[in-house]
């Protein structure tokens, strides 16, 4: 869905959405074959004062 709404707004051609998508399947193939590796998750936290807080929690084992 993402790649067809690039290709969809004119921000990449069909060729950059088919090679980052292989290299994004690529990755993840290789990276969960690994008995260690880096996880990425993503973090949306409500404080006590209100405020909303977003980001990318990262842990890693090498």
């Given at each position: 869905?993402?790649?067809?709404?690039?290709?969809?707004?004119?921000?990449?051609?069909?060729t950059d959405v088919?090679?980052?998508?292989?290299?994004?399947?690529?990755?993840?193939?290789?990276?969960?074959?690994?008995?260690?590796g880096l996880l990425?998750?993503?973090?949306?936290?409500?404080?006590?004062?209100?405020?909303?807080?977003?980001?990318?929690?990262?842990?890693?084992?090498?």
């Amino acid at each position: 869905m993402i790649g067809y709404s690039r290709l969809d707004l004119n921000r990449h051609r069909f060729t950059d959405v088919i090679i980052g998508a292989g290299l994004g399947y690529l990755v993840g193939e290789i990276e969960l074959g690994q008995k260690r590796g880096l996880l990425l998750f993503p973090l949306i936290r409500q404080e006590a004062q209100g405020n909303t807080v977003y980001g990318l929690q990262v842990k890693g084992e090498f």
